[in-house]
């Protein structure tokens, strides 16, 4: 995919999840959040020529980059991380609903946000 693409699909993706409760529909929340998350990752990875369109990630560590990441990248990946690390617990598994870990979606995705707006707004940005 390319950029705008991804953008695109976040916004499209999030847009979706106005239409549910963080807590009360919490399984979508956080694959809403992992989803739109990846995209954004996505997209700052190709605007700064680390991978090309059409090589996405399918998560923040798969497939493996080959190379070393600027700061913010390895930061993205790692708030990225966090939101896919409470999935299976919540979407495959029976664990228990913790309010916080909806706060820590949405604070992460704010974060995730605001990186990649930073990135895509660079005059390095590749297109």
């Given at each position: 995919?390319?950029?705008?693409?991804?953008?695109?699909?976040?916004m499209?993706?999030?847009?979706s999840?106005?239409?549910?409760?963080?807590?009360?529909d919490?399984?979508?929340?956080?694959?809403?959040?992992m989803l739109?998350?990846?995209h954004l990752?996505?997209?700052?990875?190709?605007g700064?020529?680390i991978?090309p369109?059409?090589?996405?990630?399918?998560?923040?560590?798969?497939?493996?980059?080959?190379?070393a990441?600027p700061?913010?990248i390895?930061?993205?990946?790692?708030?990225?991380?966090?939101i896919e690390?409470?999935?299976s617990?919540?979407l495959?598994?029976?664990?228990?609903?913790q309010p916080?870990?909806?706060?820590?979606?949405?604070?992460?995705?704010?974060s995730l946000?605001a990186?990649?707006?930073?990135l895509?707004t660079?005059?390095?940005v590749?297109?």
């Open positions: 995919m390319k950029i705008e693409e991804h953008v695109d699909k976040c499209r993706i999030e847009r999840a106005t239409k549910f409760n963080q807590d009360a919490y399984e979508m929340f956080v694959e809403a959040c739109a998350g990846t990752l996505n997209a700052a990875l190709h700064i020529g991978t369109d059409g090589s996405d990630l399918l998560h923040s560590d798969k497939p493996n980059l080959d190379v990441v700061t913010e390895a930061e993205m990946m790692r708030k990225l991380k966090q690390d409470l999935r617990g919540y495959r598994g029976k664990a228990s609903w916080a870990h909806g706060d820590l979606c949405a604070c992460n995705m704010e946000h990186s990649a707006q930073r895509l660079k005059d390095e590749k297109t």
